[in-house]
């Protein structure tokens, strides 16, 4: 509570010392600077110059939002009109920003307002985190630009370091921030067990999260295509699947699309090792340590258009290969979704390989999507078309059974599938069902949804 | 009725231990499986959708048996329906133990599971309704119980039928071998449906002592 009040005092200082300098009227959490009035005025105009230097965008053109949130804050800065450049300055800035907050470095509001900000010195004590995401191209307002969420560590402070790492070190020592949180709620933690004794040692220690072994990872799979059982895939695809020649078509509302053999779609991308928990909507889970591309730097490179705002995947659809496919379990071919926002946070990947090798068949080779906090379905497999699109794309299981499976698919103990609880869960080796974390851990995904009914958007 | 053949004799000699033999199978294949690491990355989940499709499977073939004994008069089969129908009570109990298992015992869930979940009620309430059927299979009671014996087992149908309906609404999308088990169903009911072919006819007068008879042999 005191730390919101601490981050309101910070993101009013921001727009207040402009108005004090400028006289100009504000919106209470957003500032649009007109260039006409703010040009007569010197201190505004140094201010400009100032802020140029820092954040490499000029604010005449520029809309920056504030919004305290429960654990923190976020600031948003976006970019008027068409100017890819200004967005990606924008980011870059954004990113360093989130960077040096986590580093303990909050100087950059400092030099930008030529005085101590209201709020830094108390950050910097916090020792306050900064995370970084892209926000994409919003219509209307034709705006794009990123965020940075700052919250309070939720992590003891010698844990800090900076974004990449810190994502990587904390699934591997599963040192689990939400998996904390998670277990200081006793109605949580209480779920686990009837038995007293256990219930408390649960509520204490963090749950782990050992990385499923790779036996496991590569038996238990559940890709339709290749049957229904669980140990079908592994017994059929890496005999039935040819995973080389690979065509992936990027299409769609982009300025860049193409048409890649899987070595030219990877060429020139930097390959990023993520343990990710994987939660299925059958309530098991597991933890794989994957390796891939940010699905980011995929969209980037196509260059999506403004009017894009979800991303589809479709599955190779060849039923000679793909034996499940000559039966109408599912529409086929199998079809899954983000939306813009979605698929361009940094948690969000294109995978190539797990436990360090080349993605096996069974497991969606040569190239599957991931997307942590949701439920595994949405992880689409063996991915031959990347379409950028306006509308929302109709996913496979969303298609065959709407009231069960919903497009966002957001792990979400508090919303249960109709037909089973999303309570809990078991990790696959281990015995006792654990509970489901919200988000399936990676709360810092919370903002793409704020305001969203996530019962009625399941 | 004419005399059984020596074949027959022989058959009816072997026929039951050949039936627990059998209705066992499944049981041995899970526990083989368990000593050679075959029940895969998460053996609960396993082991209750073995048991779940055991216990179909042996009450499929229990109802089976009245059938074909009609079409074929080997009435030397009357005795394996009660071994086969307490094999599928064998596994219907391992089943519901896997299930309390993989629940952790947590009564908040099962209670919810049972009460919101209408997959779990047809599969609770089909267990619910083999527990009589099972603990009234002995002789003793199907002397004490005389004609109401054979009407309180007529419950067997009901069970099946919830048994077949909880695998229909478990299944995600692959409705297969659900609907395998609702068509093989769907025909073992017909033959009990009076004045359909092999339906149940009038009984001629000798028919329910041989039956009487059959039922107290097993």
Known sequence: ?458 | MAAPAAWELQAARWVRPAAWAGGLIPLALLVAGAFTGGLGADPIEYVTLRTGFATLLMLMCTLAVSPVRKLTGWNWLAPIRRTLGLCAFLYVCLHFATYLVDQGFAMEYIVEDVAERPYVTAGFTAFLLLIPLAVTSTRGWIRRLGKRWQKLHRLVYLAAGLGVLHFIWLVKSDLLEPLVFAAVFAVLMAFRVPGLPGGARKRPAKAPAATRRAAAES
């Not at chain 1, 140094?46 to 939002?65: F, P």
């Not at chain 1, 769609?252 to 060429?267: A, I, K, M, N, S």
């Not at chain 1, 990023?272 to 994987?278: F, N, P």
Request: with cysteine; glycine share 6%.
């Open chain 1, 1 to 458: 509570m005191t730390f919101r009040l601490l981050f309101l005092a910070l993101t009013a200082a921001l727009p207040a010392t402009l108005a004090a300098q400028h006289g100009h009227d504000h919106a209470a959490h957003a500032h649009h600077a007109h260039p006409a009035q703010a040009t007569q005025d010197s201190a505004f105009a140094a201010l400009q110059a100032r802020g140029r230097k820092a954040m490499g965008v000029d604010q005449y053109t520029s809309t920056h939002r504030f919004d305290a949130l429960a654990d923190g804050g976020r600031i948003e800065l976006q970019r008027d009109g068409d100017d890819p450049e200004g967005v990606a300055t924008i980011r870059a800035h954004l990113r360093s920003i989130a960077d040096a907050f986590s580093r303990g470095d909050f100087a950059t509001p400092a030099f930008v307002h030529a005085e101590q900000v209201p709020g830094t010195d108390v950050m910097a004590a916090r020792r306050c985190i900064g995370r970084y995401a892209a926000v994409p191209r919003r219509s209307p307002p034709d705006l794009a630009g990123g965020e940075m969420l700052i919250r309070k560590p939720e992590i003891p402070s010698s844990e800090i370091t900076p974004e990449r790492l810190y994502v990587d070190r904390r699934e591997f020592l599963g040192v689990s921030a939400a998996a904390l949180a998670a277990a200081a709620i006793p109605a949580v933690a209480a779920c686990d067990t009837a038995d007293g004794a256990s219930r408390a040692a649960a509520s204490e220690a963090p749950q782990r999260d050992e990385p499923t072994p790779f036996e496991d990872v590569t038996r238990y799979n559940n890709f339709y295509e290749f049957g229904t059982d669980k140990e079908d895939p592994a017994r059929n695809a890496p005999r039935l699947l040819r995973v080389r020649p690979w065509t992936v078509v990027v299409d769609g509302l982009c300025d860049r699309p193409g048409r890649y053999g899987f070595e030219e779609f990877v060429r020139g991308t930097q390959q990023v090792d993520r343990t990710y928990r994987l939660r299925c909507v059958e309530a098991w889970s597991m933890v794989i340590p994957w390796r891939g591309i940010p699905l980011r730097d995929i969209i980037n490179r196509a260059r999506p258009r403004a009017g894009a705002r979800f991303v589809e995947f479709t599955t190779l659809h060849d039923p000679q290969q793909m034996p499940g496919q000559r039966r109408p379990i599912l529409s086929w071919p199998y079809v899954e979704g983000l939306r813009m926002d979605e698929a361009m946070h940094p948690l969000t990947l294109l995978a190539t390989g797990l436990y360090g090798r080349a993605l096996p068949a069974q497991n969606g080779a040569p190239l599957r999507l991931v997307v942590p906090w949701k439920y595994g379905f949405k992880s689409i497999k063996s991915i031959v078309r990347i379409r950028f699109t306006d509308t929302q794309p109709r996913t496979a299981w969303n298609v065959s059974a709407p009231g069960e499976y919903g497009f966002y698919a957001n792990v979400n103990p508090d919303v249960d599938h109709p037909r089973w609880s999303q309570a809990r869960e078991r990790r696959i080796g281990e015995f006792r069902r654990r509970p489901t974390l919200m988000f399936n851990g990676y709360t810092e995904v919370a903002s793409l949804y704020s305001g969203m009914d996530l019962r009625r958007y399941y």
